[in-house]
Every structure is written in C-alpha cells, then in structure tokens.
C-alpha cells in the first residue's frame, strides 16, 4: 500500500504565495508521475501540473507562469510553488502519486485566497 500526504495549505491574500508539499510512502517501488490537481466548490477535479519521470512537465493554462511543481524522486516528494495567488486558486488541492501505473491520492489540502 502507498500512503500519499500533502501539506502546505491555509489562507492567503491575493498575490501572495505558499508552497505546498506532498510525500509519497510505504510500499513505493517505482514513481512514474507526480500531479497535482485541485477542485474548488461545485466544480470537477482539474490538473493542475504533472511532471512524469523523465518527461516535460505540463501546467494548466490557468496557473502558467505562476505555479511550478518540483520532484524529488530520491525522497519520493513533489512541491507545489504558487506565486500571484488569485481568488479563482481557492480550493482543495489534492497530490497524485503514480507508483507503477497506479494512481494514489493524499487527503487534499485546503488553500483559499481572499483579502
């Protein structure tokens, strides 16, 4: 079993930042991908970036240029940087861990950004 833990969340005024962490444990034998994706109230599940091992990272439009996602495959850990926060960033961002071709959530951590 793999266990996948964010943290790094909380609230935050628009145009700042916070970075978000994501750890990866038990039995992890191989990471293909690390993800992050967030869903706000009433609205599906989107990506937010991924970055496949030995692959181009990809972003959503919507966070390019602000966010950037950073792997640690030794520690099995991914980072999420978000810069220029806006209000449509708030909701629950949730880490994806592909552990030979299985994808693992982590609980989701809330970030909402409001004056």
């Known amino acids: 079993q793999v266990r996948v833990v964010e943290s790094g969340g909380g609230l935050v005024q628009p145009g700042g930042s916070l970075r978000l962490s994501c750890a990866a444990s038990g039995s992890v034998l191989s990471i293909n991908a690390m993800a992050w994706y967030r869903q706000a109230p009433g609205k599906q599940r989107e990506l937010v970036a991924i970055?496949?091992?030995?692959?181009?990272?990809t972003y959503a439009d919507s966070v390019k240029g602000r966010f950037t996602i950073n792997t640690d495959n030794a520690k099995n850990m991914v980072y999420l940087q978000m810069n220029s926060l806006k209000p449509e960033d708030t909701a629950v961002y949730y880490c994806?861990?592909?552990?030979?071709?299985?994808?693992?959530w982590g609980q989701g951590t809330q970030v909402t950004v409001s004056s």
């Open positions: 970055a496949p091992k030995g692959g181009s990272v």
């Open positions: 994806n861990m592909v552990n030979l071709g299985r994808g693992y």
